[in-house]
Every structure is written in C-alpha cells, then in structure tokens.
C-alpha cells in the first residue's frame, strides 16, 4: 500500500497527489510513468509522472478524473492509500544521457497541451537545474483550465500561455502559438517535445514538420501490464511495431502514424462509458 501524503485540486476534475514511494522516487527521470491500481477491483491506470522528491520519497502524479477508474482515485484524500504504484516505467527522455553543455546549446520548445502540462513540468525542471533553459506553450481550452502555470514559469526559459476560447493568454491552439513564436516572432528551435493528448501531438508534428523543427512526443496509448508482455500500447513509428510501454513512451512525432494511434486508443469507448455508467450507479 502506498500512502497519499498531499493532495491538491489543480482545476475542475483535475488533481495532484505526492505518493509515498521511495523505491519509485529514487530512480524515477523525466519521461517515465507509473501505473497505479486505485483498490483490489481498480484498474492498472497508466500516468506520467509530474514531479518526483529523491529525499522524501515522493512522488507527483496528476489525474484527470474521467471515466471509473480515475473517479476512485479522485474520492482518496491526504492519509488514504493506494493499493499498488509500479515504475518507474518506460524509457527516460532522451537528453537525460546528452552532454549538458550541449544540450545548453539547443533551442529547446515543450508543448504542453492540458493535463499533459504536468508531465512537460519535470522535464523543463530538470534542464533549468542543469542551466538549460526551454521554452514553453501551454495550451489549455478555457482559463480555469490553466494548470501548473506558477511552477512552469519559475523554470522555463519564457512561458507561453494560450486557450482555445481566448480567456487566458493567446487566443488559439498550441500550433497557431508555434506558427506564430516562429513564422511571426523570429523564434527559431532545434527540437520540439509535445506533451498532450494524441491529437494534439499529431497536429504539433504536422506542423513542426512543415517548420522543419524535429519533434519528440510523449504517445499515451491503452495500456495493461506496462512491461512489454500484452501488447496493447502498440503502436507504429516509421513502419516498425512499438511498445509505447518499454520503447517509448517518446517517439519521433514525424514517425509516428498518429492516425492509427488514435483509432487504436478509442477502441474501448463503448466498454468506458458502460463502465463508467455503471460506477455512478
Ligand atoms: P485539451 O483537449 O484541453 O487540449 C489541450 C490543448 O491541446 C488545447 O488547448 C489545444 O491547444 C491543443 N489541441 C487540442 N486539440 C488540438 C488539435 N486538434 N490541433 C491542435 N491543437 C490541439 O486537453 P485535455 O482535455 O487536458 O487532454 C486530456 C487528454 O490528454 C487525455 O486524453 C489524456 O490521456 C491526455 N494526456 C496525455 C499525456 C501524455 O503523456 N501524452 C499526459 C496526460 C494526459
Ligand atoms: Fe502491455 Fe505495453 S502495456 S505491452
């Protein structure tokens, strides 16, 4: 059993939890997720990690509540525990094992669509502690939607806000933002890493490719045993078959077909909302 030591409502049906997980902690970098089973009928729920404390054992993740699975997660409070946490699991970001002073070179650009803002949080940290600074469009559909905005801007290099509907910073989609940082503000970038849900990280590969800026994006497929056995987090990048579990989660966005991904990742709907039907009653 793994202790919820913290406990913070970030926006409607979005929240953070410090889990005590020392083992985790210790070797947990940025790129990696767990999976965590809410009690004995929960579900594995695959989710990135947000932010990590080597010395106190802890570690963030960040939830969206939407369908059963998350629900359980969302009623735990500060004290309660959960039932499993496994991980770190996947592959750390590539730059983890690059030369500092080389990375401090590259014009580094982090998309961060919505709840996939939090993932995006301990890879721009983990660069600024090592004097890299990277820039940031967070995009997210209204302004109460905003998450993390504090913790981001202390680390990034500039911050980017944008919202669908406009309340909040840029009037527009993380793309309009990327066409207009470089296409209209001069801003020039060696690698992009988008962080968001699948569409959105295929319409910012769609876009960085025309802009000739390679692109690294973080797939969030279906996943079950996280370690390569069941196959479901397949996906295709470059014509191979990957496991977005322990290849991945990062791949090269330009190699990626998105469409696939995503046709692949809706493929339960139907049993999601039965389910989740059924966990309201
Ligand atoms: P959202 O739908 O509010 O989208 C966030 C932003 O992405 C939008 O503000 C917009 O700027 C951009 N976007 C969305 N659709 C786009 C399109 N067609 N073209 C260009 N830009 C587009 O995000 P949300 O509701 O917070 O997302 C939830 C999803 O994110 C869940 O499905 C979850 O699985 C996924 N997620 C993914 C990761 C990951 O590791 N990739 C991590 C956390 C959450
Ligand atoms: Fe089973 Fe990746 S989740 S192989």
Same mark, same amino acid.
């Given at each position: 059993?793994? +202790?919820?030591v913290e406990?913070e ?11 005590? =997980? ?5 070797? =947990?970098?940025?790129?990696q997720f767990?999976?965590? #089973? =809410?009690?004995e ?9 947000? $932010?990590y404390?080597? %010395?106190?054992g802890?570690v963030?993740? !960040?939830?969206q ?13 500060k004290? $309660?525990y !959960?039932?499993?946490?496994v ?11 690059e030369?500092? %002073? $080389?990375?401090?070179?590259k014009? #580094? ?11 995006? *949080? ?6 600024h502690?090592?004097g !890299?600074?990277?820039?940031? /469009?967070?995009?997210? +559909?209204?302004k109460?939607?905003v ?5 981001l801007r ?7 806000v944008?919202?669908?509907d406009?309340s909040?910073?840029?009037?527009g @989609?993380v793309?309009? *933002?990327?066409e ?6 001069? &801003?020039?970038?060696?690698?992009? /890493? ?14 960085? &490719?025309? @802009?000739?800026?390679?692109? /690294?994006?973080?797939l969030?497929? /279906?996943?079950?045993d ?9 996906v ?16 090269d ?15 339960? &709907? ?12």
């Open positions: 059993m793994y +202790k919820i406990k409502i970030l926006a409607p049906n979005i929240f953070s939890m410090d889990i005590l =997980a020392p083992r985790v902690a210790s070797s =947990a970098n940025p790129g767990v999976i965590v #089973i =809410a009690d009928t929960g579900e594995r729920v695959p989710l990135t990690i947000c $932010d404390d080597k %010395e106190k802890t963030q993740i !960040v939830v509540s939407m369908g059963s699975s998350t629900k359980k997660l969302a009623v735990l409070e004290g $309660d !959960v039932k499993d946490f991980g770190p699991l996947g592959v750390p970001s590539e730059y983890v094992n030369d500092i %002073e $080389d990375l401090k070179k014009r #580094i650009l982090f998309v961060a669509g919505g709840v996939g803002t939090a993932p995006v *949080y301990p890879q721009v940290k983990w660069l502690e090592r !890299v600074e990277a820039d940031v /469009i967070m995009g997210a +559909k209204t109460d939607l998450i993390l905005e504090d913790k202390s680390v990034a290099g500039n911050l980017y944008a919202t669908d406009g909040y910073g840029f009037h @989609l793309t309009n *933002y990327i207009e940082l470089v296409n209209n503000q001069g &801003k020039e970038y060696d690698v992009c /890493i988008a962080i968001g849900p699948m569409i959105m990280m295929k319409f910012v590969a769609l876009t960085t &490719k025309k @802009l000739n800026i390679p692109t /690294i994006v973080s969030n497929p /279906i996943m079950v996280g370690t390569g056995m069941c196959g479901a987090c397949r295709t990048v470059g014509n191979e078959t990957k496991f977005a579990c322990v290849h991945g989660p990062e791949f966005g330009h190699l990626v077909d998105f469409d696939e991904a995503l046709k692949r990742q809706g493929q339960y &709907k139907t049993e999601e909302i039965k389910k989740d039907e059924a966990y309201k009653c």
